[in-house]
């Protein structure tokens, strides 16, 4: 789904933006929801040739990175409780065999991948835009969100109809279709329970963009 989405991503920008320079910001949780993380991973990082890429980070990949750097059974646990086994398997790593060896997981993975990892963003600012992985605390200051929040938080965000100054692009919470408010637009279709992949088309202001959003989905 991701590579026929970046394919989708390609053929719009040379039929609408052929002399402009594109960015495709990945919004997290490229693992764990099926069983080619690891290619998921490797398809992000390659990104596309016209395009600069921007990666954040989501719960999933916190949770990952947290393995990687603990052999406690709890971090672990977390981790495969939220389907941290499918990315194991995706990896050939057999957690029965080899325990919870941070180690061997990095090992795993590659230097390549823990490094991509370890350097995931928070959060990204547009112009009018801020994108992240599951939303911000309505009642604190752009300037002094925390992590915890923005790849976590859910209810609070969700049912919050702050103006927070800008606009909030998001995925975490998944629906049946993009989620637009006056406030954020939520882009998580679903892709990784049998819905669509989508991606929101930045190309105008904020006021514009949710008035009249453009996606780009497959499935």
Request: overall charge negative; glycine content about 8%; some cysteine.
């Amino acid at each position: 789904m991701l590579d026929r989405l970046l394919a989708a991503i390609e053929s719009r920008h040379e039929w609408k933006s052929t002399n402009l320079s594109g960015r495709i910001i990945f919004l997290g949780d490229y693992i764990d929801r099926g069983p080619d993380s690891l290619k998921v991973i490797d398809l992000a990082m390659k990104g596309l040739a016209k395009f600069s890429s921007v990666y954040l980070k989501g719960n999933h990949e916190q949770l990952l990175i947290d393995a990687t750097k603990s052999d406690e059974r709890y971090v672990w646990n977390n981790w495969m409780s939220a389907g941290g086994e499918v990315t194991l398997k995706s990896l050939g790593y057999d957690i029965f065999t080899n325990g919870y060896d941070p180690d061997l997981l990095r090992e795993s993975l590659g230097k390549d991948r823990v490094d991509w990892l370890n350097k995931l963003l928070t959060s990204y600012q547009l112009e009018d835009i801020i994108c992240v992985h599951a939303g911000l605390n309505p009642d604190v200051p752009i300037s002094e969100q925390i992590e915890k929040d923005m790849l976590w938080i859910r209810k609070r965000f969700l049912e919050s109809d702050h103006d927070f100054g800008i606009g909030v692009v998001h995925g975490h919470t998944p629906h049946d279709r993009p989620i637009v408010k006056s406030n954020r637009i939520c882009v998580d279709t679903g892709a990784g329970m049998g819905g669509e992949l989508t991606a929101l088309v930045v190309d105008k202001p904020w006021a514009e963009i949710v008035i009249q959003p453009n996606f780009i989905s497959v499935v």
